[in-house]
């Protein structure tokens, strides 16, 4: 995880992008990229979107969303200092202390 924050750090710098990569920026492009692979599910009935995988162009637009998504998400943990594995692992104790299992 740290190397590829590293180096999507790095891409950015490279561009000279860091200047862009504020907090509120990173955040609006996340959400952007969310809603792209919503798009991608959204007149799908359930059965459709558990074979969405099968069809080649369909799949490579998913990787690439969901790509997108993760760049994003890392890069707004890096700027605000946050531990995305940590944070998650927080979550789920706190969930799992909120919804018991049965």
Not at 31 to 57: C, G, H, K, N, Y
Not at 75 to 88: T, W
Request: glycine fraction near 0%.
């Amino acid at each position: 995880m740290a190397a590829l924050q590293r180096r999507l750090a790095e891409f950015a710098a490279a561009r000279n992008w860091q200047q862009y990569h504020t907090p509120k920026n990173l955040v609006t492009a996340l959400s952007v990229e969310a809603s792209e692979l919503v798009e991608i599910f959204q007149w799908l009935t359930p059965e459709e979107s558990a074979r969405v995988m099968e069809d080649a162009d369909t799949a490579h637009r998913v990787n690439d969303e969901v790509a997108d998504v993760l760049a994003y998400l890392l890069q707004l943990c890096e700027v605000l200092g946050v531990d995305p594995l940590a944070a998650l692992d927080a979550k789920i104790d706190r969930n799992e202390s909120r919804f018991p299992a049965p």
